[in-house]
């Protein structure tokens, strides 16, 4: 069975900013999602901090381009009201990774792929770091 990986911002924005340090294993975990060996989540909030991030970077057009292209190859589930009261009432430090982690867990990810593992201390999915996922995975990579 295919596993579903929720995708935080940091490692989208690894790739679309070509970030020196992280570029490689951020873009291997996203050909991973290409050649299927599992299915990448993100949600709507992580699109928009992203194209935020994108459109000062390098204009409007670039954002949306970029994340034309991403949508074709990750999944984007919604953040709802269950969701924001679940993050308020968290014990995350972060809201915006509450918000993260309510949105994967009621869209059944298996796995949470960022390199601020720290910040989901307090989730019920498993959260890895990308090169964790890359070990997990490779030999349905090769």
């Known amino acids: 069975m295919i596993k579903k990986v929720f995708i935080d911002t940091d490692i989208i924005l690894d790739v679309a900013l ?11 975990v996203f050909l991973m999602i290409e050649n299927g060996v599992f299915q990448g989540v993100t949600s709507s909030i992580v699109i928009s901090n992203i194209y935020y991030v994108l459109m000062k970077a390098g204009g409007d057009r670039n954002a949306r381009l970029f994340i034309s292209r991403l949508i074709k190859i990750i999944s984007i589930c919604s953040v709802d009201h269950s969701d ?8 995350f430090n972060d809201f915006e990774d509450a918000l993260q982690h309510f949105a994967s867990l009621k869209n059944q990810c298996d796995y949470i792929v960022t390199r601020n593992v720290k910040d989901f201390k307090h989730s019920n999915i498993e959260t890895l770091l990308p090169m964790e996922i890359i070990s997990m995975f490779k030999e349905r990579l090769l």
Do not use: H, P, T
Not at 18 to 28: Q, V
Not at 84 to 91: D, F, G, H, Q, W
């Open 84 to 91: 924001v009261v679940n993050a308020l009432e968290s014990k």
């Open 18 to 28: 070509e970030r020196k340090i992280f570029w490689e294993e951020s873009r291997l």
